[in-house]
């Protein structure tokens, strides 16, 4: 996949320097250097002084000096973390998805097969379902009845997309992701002891899930527009509305989001997030790692959850949120710290009670 130099810097809108006739074949991480046509990767300063033969082309920071590097050329970015989503995509390898559907693929006669779409082995299409233009279904995934997948969307290998999953265009399901599975919905004949800790803060005599009743999802599920939704992440139906997810949101690995949720666009959910159901999260907001969410919290636009933190009340709109239970940046730290201070309070205070003449009280 040999690339002219001159043309890569003009896609990335970056500054080139030196020969920009040269052509390069993929890039690589300055200490995997292994012959002249590789593209080193050394954005920080840290990565420069690993720049050494074969390699003669890079892309470093604005301002680094590539010809004491010892290079024929150079292309100079401003924002390395931003240019390596174009890089990246320039060189990543296609994915073998032919057009057509493979042999051992099975479509119902009542779904609809876009023009250029790929079904590849072992894929089970069902009934009434809508494949867009040029999407590709990899091996062994399952698209399930009355299910649409959008134009040029990716469905990996082992991912499932339920009944009534609707999925945008150009949107990504990593392996063995679920979309449209039921939720996670149950009711008792009477007052259980969730309802009763909820009122109460205890489980009152009677409130107790003698018998659990199944809720029904009789909705769907609408996953917009460049979505991308990582491996082993599941999203439930809702249960009498869609479950939504907005444009251009990306999910990681192993996200469950509960019956219901309302998600906005361009949201950035990381790995092992657990959002309950019926909340309502704006646009742009983070969840970092492991962030556990509550049935029926919203969580305002902009709003940015530090890892672990649980999410118990409403969120404002461009807070940062931290800790279990998760609290304002500020109020949280002042709280950790006086944690950390706490043990150092404790042994002074036993300190001056050993000392302390008997006939005095002790100190609180």
């Known amino acids: ?69 010892g290079l024929e050329a150079a292309i100079l ?71 649409e997948i959008g134009p040029d969307a990716l ?31 149950f009711a008792t004949p009477e007052r259980g002891s969730v309802e009763s800790a909820k009122a109460t803060g205890a ?15 009789l909705g769907g599920l609408r996953i917009g527009d460049d979505v991308e939704i990582g491996a082993g992440a599941t999203i439930d139906r809702g249960t009498l509305r869609d479950t939504e997810i907005g444009d251009g949101t990306k999910i990681d690995n192993l996200v469950q989001i509960g019956h219901n949720v309302r998600m906005g666009r361009n949201c950035l959910i990381c790995a092992h997030v657990g959002i309950a159901g019926s909340t309502e999260i704006g646009d742009r907001v983070v969840l970092a790692g492991k962030v556990g969410v509550a049935d029926h919290i919203r969580i305002g636009s902009d709003a940015v959850v530090t890892a672990s933190s649980g999410v118990g009340t409403d969120v404002a709109p461009g807070a940062v949120m931290m800790g279990f239970p998760a609290l304002p940046h500020a109020e949280a730290i002042r709280v950790f710290m006086a944690q950390r201070r706490l043990p150092r309070f404790m042994e002074k205070m036993r300190s001056q009670n050993a000392a302390r003449p008997k006939s005095e009280p002790e100190a609180p």
């Open 155 to 185: 469905i990996a290998s082992g991912a499932r997309v339920g009944a009534r999953v609707r999925i945008g265009a150009r949107a990504i399901l990593h392996p063995n992701a679920v979309l449209g599975s039921d939720g996670f919905s």
């Open 1 to 69: 996949m040999d690339v002219v130099l001159a043309e890569l810097a003009a896609a990335l809108e970056a500054r080139l320097e030196g020969d920009g006739a040269l052509r390069v074949a993929r890039a690589v991480h300055p200490s995997d250097a292994a012959a002249p046509t590789d593209l080193v990767l050394a954005m920080a300063e840290d990565l420069e002084k690993l720049v050494k033969p074969p390699a003669r082309v890079a892309v470093l920071r604005e301002g680094a000096d590539w010809k004491a590097l």
């Open 203 to 217: 489980v009152a005599e009677g409130a107790r899930n003698t018998h659990l009743m199944r809720v029904f999802s």
């Open 77 to 147: 970015v401003r924002r390395p973390k931003s240019a390596m989503a174009p890089l990246t995509a320039r060189f990543a390898p296609e994915i073998h998805a032919p057009p057509g559907v493979h042999a051992t693929a099975f479509v119902d006669p009542s779904a609809e097969i876009g023009e250029g779409s790929s079904i590849g082995p072992f894929v089970w299409i069902g009934p009434g379902a809508k494949i867009g233009p040029r999407a590709r279904i990899l091996a062994q995934a399952s698209v399930a009845e009355d299910a």
